[in-house]
C-alpha cells in the first residue's frame, strides 16, 4: 500500500479532501500529511480496527438475495472522512430547511385546496398519476399542518463544485444511525485526528428526534408514550429501527403489539395491560400500515390506525401520504414549488432535470441517453434506473422503450461526474465517488444533522452509492472555517 498524494489523480475531479495533487483543501489542509504520517501500516491496522468494531457493536445491513433470502453484511465503511467547512455548512442547512418548508406545503394544499394545480405551476396530471397520493387523506389536518417530520435530502457535487439536491426522501428515509455509529467509530480508530479537528458533534440526533416526535402529542405531557413502529426483523432497516428506539429510550414494536380500541386512541399491550400510545414513528409503508384503510391483507399495520390519526388521538411520523411529495417527477418541479409557496428563489438547486412527459424533454433525453441517468418516478435503492454512460446499446434501447410507453414515469439528469473523497483500497488510497445525506427534522421547529450520511461508491469509476448496490460510507466533519 502506497500514501503519495502528489500522485493522487484529482485533476478532472472535485475532491472533498484534496485540492490539487499534494495539497489539502482548506479548512484541513494539513490532514494529508496527518494520514500520510501514520503511514501506510498503521493505517491499514486502524482500518481493519474499524472492520472489527463494527462486528462487534452489530452494526450490519440487510441485502435481498436472488433466492428470496435475506442476508444480514456488516456495515461497510471506509475510515477516511468526509469533511465540509461550517460556513458552507450554514448554507446548506438553510437551503434544506427552505426546502422541507415548501415541501410541507406543497402536501398540505395536495390534500386540501390544490391551489397550486388551480394556478398552474404544477399539472394536474402528474398528481393524477402519483403512486404515493392517498386519497384517503384528503381533507386531514396534521398536528402543526407538517406531513413530513423526518426527511432525508441527498446532496451531490458535481465536478466544478457546485452543490445539488439530488434527491428528497419523504416515507420513511432511513440511514441517520449509520451517521451515528460511524461517528463512534471514527472516534475509536483516530481519537487524536479528532480531538484536533474537533469536527462538531452529531450525537445529539436521538434527543432531536424525541423532541420533535413529542411535539405531536395529542396530550400535553413532559413524557408522552412514543414508540417506533417496525415491520420487523427481516426488514433491510431493521438495525436503524432498534437503534433509535433504543437510543430514544422508546418501545420498538410490531403492529401486532398495537390496537386501536372503541375511543379511536392507540394502546400498546403491556404486561401491564394495555398501555395508551401518544405518537408512532412509523417505519411502515402507507398501504401496509392499516388493513381497514389500505390493503386488507398486511398484517405488518395496525387496524384502525388512519381512524385514530384522523381523529387527533395519535400523532404518526411521517404521516401518511406524505410520500406524494416522494417523486422524483415532483422533485423535477421543486424549485417551482418554493417560489411558488415561499416567494424566493431555491438556495440548493437541482440538477438540471428533463421531464420525460414534455415532448422537447423527451425528444432530448432519447437523442442524448448515453450521457444520461434515467429514474422512474418511485423506485429507490438504486433500482430501476440506467446510468447512460455505462449502459449497453440493448438496455439504452430498451429503457427507451419504457420511457415511450410511460413518459410521466421518467426524469433523466446529466451524467454528473461526482465529487471524491480519499479512500483505502487494495493498492493504496484512491478516489471514490460519493454522495451526503443530511436529515431534517420538522415539527415545532426545523433542525438538520450537524453534517449527514456520506455514502461512497467503493467500486472504481462506480456512481452508485447504496449499499444494496456495493456503496459503502464514509464519517462527515463538519469543522469550523
Not at 132 to 154: E, K, M, T, Y
Not at 463 to 475: A, E, F, I, R, W
Amino acid at each position: 500500500m502506497d500514501i503519495d498524494w502528489t500522485r493522487y489523480p484529482c485533476a478532472d475531479l472535485h475532491d472533498e479532501l484534496v485540492a490539487a495533487p499534494g495539497q489539502g483543501r482548506a479548512p484541513v489542509a494539513d490532514l494529508l500529511t496527518d494520514l500520510a504520517a501514520l503511514g501506510p501500516d498503521e493505517l491499514l491496522a486502524r482500518q481493519e480496527a474499524a472492520n472489527v468494531a463494527i462486528k462487534e457493536m452489530g452494526i450490519t445491513f440487510t441485502v435481498y438475495s436472488e433466492e428470496g433470502g435475506t442476508i444480514d453484511r456488516a456495515w461497510p465503511f471506509d475510515i477516511i472522512p468526509r469533511v465540509i467547512a461550517k460556513d458552507e455548512w450554514d448554507r446548506v442547512e438553510a437551503g434544506l430547511k427552505q426546502r422541507v418548508q415548501a415541501l410541507n406545503l406543497f402536501i398540505d394544499d395536495l390534500y386540501h385546496d390544490q391551489r397550486i394545480i388551480a394556478d398552474g405551476v404544477f399539472p394536474r396530471e402528474v398528481l393524477a398519476k402519483s403512486a404515493n397520493f392517498r386519497p384517503q387523506c384528503v381533507g386531514v389536518d396534521p398536528p402543526l399542518g407538517i406531513w413530513a417530520h423526518i426527511c432525508g435530502s441527498d446532496l451531490v457535487r458535481d465536478a466544478d463544485g457546485t452543490l445539488y439536491v439530488l434527491e428528497d426522501n419523504l416515507r420513511v428515509p432511513s440511514g441517520v444511525s449509520y451517521m451515528l455509529e460511524n461517528r463512534l467509530v471514527t472516534k475509536r480508530v483516530f481519537p487524536e485526528l479528532f480531538e484536533h479537528y474537533a469536527p462538531l458533534p452529531v450525537d445529539d440526533y436521538p434527543s432531536e428526534l424525541f423532541d420533535t416526535l413529542a411535539a405531536l402529542s395529542p396530550r400535553p405531557a413532559d413524557f408522552p408514550q412514543v414508540v417506533v413502529l417496525t415491520p420487523g426483523i427481516y426488514n433491510s432497516a431493521y438495525f436503524e429501527h432498534a437503534y433509535l428506539a433504543q437510543q430514544m429510550g422508546c418501545e420498538l414494536v410490531e403492529g401486532r403489539d398495537l390496537f386501536v380500541a372503541d375511543d379511536d386512541c392507540v394502546y400498546m399491550r403491556t404486561v401491564d395491560g394495555p398501555e395508551r400510545v401518544d405518537v408512532i414513528y412509523r417505519r411502515i409503508d402507507d398501504l401496509f400500515l392499516d388493513p381497514e384503510a389500505f390493503r386488507p391483507e398486511s398484517m405488518l399495520g395496525v387496524p384502525g390506525l388512519l381512524r385514530a390519526w384522523k381523529a387527533g388521538t395519535v400523532g404518526l411520523a411521517n404521516a401518511p401520504g406524505a410520500g406524494v411529495a416522494d417523486d422524483k417527477v415532483v422533485y423535477a418541479f421543486v424549485p417551482e414549488i418554493i417560489r411558488y409557496y415561499l416567494d424566493q428563489d431555491p438556495i440548493i438547486p437541482n440538477v438540471p432535470t428533463y421531464r420525460c412527459m414534455e415532448p422537447d424533454a423527451l425528444a432530448l433525453v432519447l437523442e442524448r441517453m448515453e450521457t444520461m441517468v434515467v429514474k422512474p418516478a418511485n423506485e429507490s435503492g438504486g433500482y430501476g434506473m440506467l446510468v447512460g454512460p455505462a449502459s449497453t446499446q440493448a438496455e439504452r434501447e430498451r429503457f427507451a422503450e419504457l420511457i415511450r410507453r410511460d413518459p410521466r414515469n421518467y426524469i433523466a439528469q446529466p451524467a454528473l461526474r461526482l465529487s471524491t473523497v480519499p479512500t483505502i483500497v487494495k493498492g493504496g488510497v484512491e478516489p471514490r465517488h460519493v454522495d451526503l445525506r443530511p436529515f431534517i427534522l420538522s415539527a415545532d421547529r426545523q433542525r438538520v444533522t450537524m453534517g449527514g450520511l456520506t455514502r461512497v461508491a467503493l467500486r472504481q469509476g462506480s456512481l452508485v452509492v447504496n449499499s444494496s448496490q456495493g456503496g459503502g460510507s464514509k464519517d462527515t466533519w463538519i469543522v469550523p472555517s
